[in-house]
Nanobody, 126 residues
């Protein structure tokens, strides 16, 4: 069974930056896209960003657009999230995910994704 593992979370002051990484391990799998989601205490898991490999296109939630950048390596099933100008409301557990079913799906719903990491905590202090 393939697995994803996130790293790079931590505590940072508002206005600071963090870079999250996510790498696949175990049984290899091919993905059409990879994405990042986050979940704050008491809230639903929400879409943050995704990258579609075939077209090298990226999409972002409005709340992070202009501050976060998703990049990655399709061959390695590795994805990164560069987070700049962090705000206290960015505090959450961040999850990476891989979509392996179709190259044409809407990438914003969490249910589209087949593989998930365990998450990494990001805390932004004011």
């Amino acid at each position: 069974q393939g697995q994803l593992k996130e790293s790079g979370g931590g505590l940072v002051q508002a206005g600071g930056s963090l870079r999250l990484s996510c790498a696949a391990s175990g049984r290899t799998f091919s993905s059409y896209a990879m994405g990042w989601f986050r979940q704050a205490p008491g809230k639903e898991r929400e879409f943050v960003a995704a990258i579609r490999w075939a077209t090298d296109t990226t999409i972002y939630a409005d709340s992070v657009k202009g501050r976060f950048t998703i990049t990655g390596d399709n061959a390695k099933n590795t994805v990164y999230l560069q987070m700049n100008s962090l705000k206290p409301e960015d505090t959450a557990v961040y999850f990476c995910a891989a979509e392996t079913s179709s190259p044409f799906l809407d990438l914003t719903p969490a249910y589209r994704y087949d593989y998930w990491g365990q998450g990494t905590q990001v805390t932004v202090s004011s």
